[in-house]
C-alpha cells in the first residue's frame, strides 16, 4: 500500500497550500465541532478533540476559528449544526472500491451529491456492506523524517504502545495500528520526542487494485469529484500505485 501511502500524503500537503485550503479549513473545523459535541470542550480529558485541534493547528487553521468549533460544538456558544456521519459505498473505474465518510447537516445534499459525482465520473453507487468488507478500521500516524532518522528508531518508540507496523513513504513514516490503539501510539511519539504530522483513524483496504497511468488518472479524478463536496470528509479506496505512476502523474 506504499503508494496508495504515499499519494494520500501528498495530496495533504498540497492541499494546504493551494485553491482548496478554505474546503480543507471548514473540515477540520467541523472535526473538532463534532469531537467536541461528543466528548465535551477539554482536549485534555477529550483525546479525539485534542488530535482535531491538532491537525487543525498543524494545517494553519486561525486559533479563533479553533476556539469558536470548541465553543459551539461543546454548547457553550451557540450556532452548531446537527452534524451526521454518513457512510456511502461505490465502485469507481478499474473495479476500485471507494468508501465515502461524509458529516452533515442535510443527508438528501449529500446524498445527491455523491451520487453525482460518482456517476459523472465512472463510478457506481453500491449496497451498503458490499465494498466495506474490503477494509479494515485502522489508526494511521504520519511521523515527518528528520536527519538521522530510521523506521528502526521509530518502531522501537512505539511497538510497546501497540503498533503493528511502520512503512517509509519518503518524506515521512507511516505507523500503522488498531483504531483503539491510537492515543497510546501516538503519545508513544510524543514521549520519544519525535512530532507528528496527524494522527487519525482511516478505513485500509484489506487487498487492493494496481492501477496504470491512465486508471490512476480516472481514480483521482473521481476522488476530487467527491471531496469538493462540502460534505464528504474522507474518501477510501483499495488502489495501489507505483512510484512511476505516480511520477508520471505529477
Known sequence: MSGHSKWATTKHKKAAIDAKRGKLFARLVKNIEVAAR????????????????QKARKNSVPLDNIE?????????EAGGADWQTIMYEGYG????????????????????EVRVAMTRNGGSMADPGSVSYLFNRKGVVIVPKTEGMSED???????????????????????????GDLIPVRKAIQEGDM???????????SVSVELDEDGARKVFRL????????DVQNVFANFDVSDEVLAAID
Request: overall charge negative; glycine content about 10%.
Open 93 to 112: 473505474p478499474n473495479g476500485v472500491a471507494v468508501l465515502i465518510e461524509c458529516l452533515t447537516d442535510n443527508r438528501n445534499r449529500a446524498a445527491t
Open 68 to 76: 469558536r468549533a470548541v465553543k459551539r460544538g461543546s454548547g457553550a
Open 195 to 205: 512530532d507528528y504530522e496527524s494522527a487519525d483513524t482511516n478505513f485500509l483496504p
Open 223 to 230: 476522488i476530487e469529484a467527491l471531496e469538493d463536496s462540502d
Open 38 to 53: 461528543t466528548g465535551g470542550g477539554d482536549p485534555d480529558g477529550n483525546p479525539t478533540l485534542y488530535d482535531a485541534i
Open 153 to 179: 528508531d521509530v518502531l522501537m518508540v512505539v511497538l510497546d504502545a501497540g503498533a503493528e507496523e511502520v512503512n517509509d513513504l519518503g518524506e515521512a513514516f507511516e505507523i500503522i495500528c488498531e483504531a
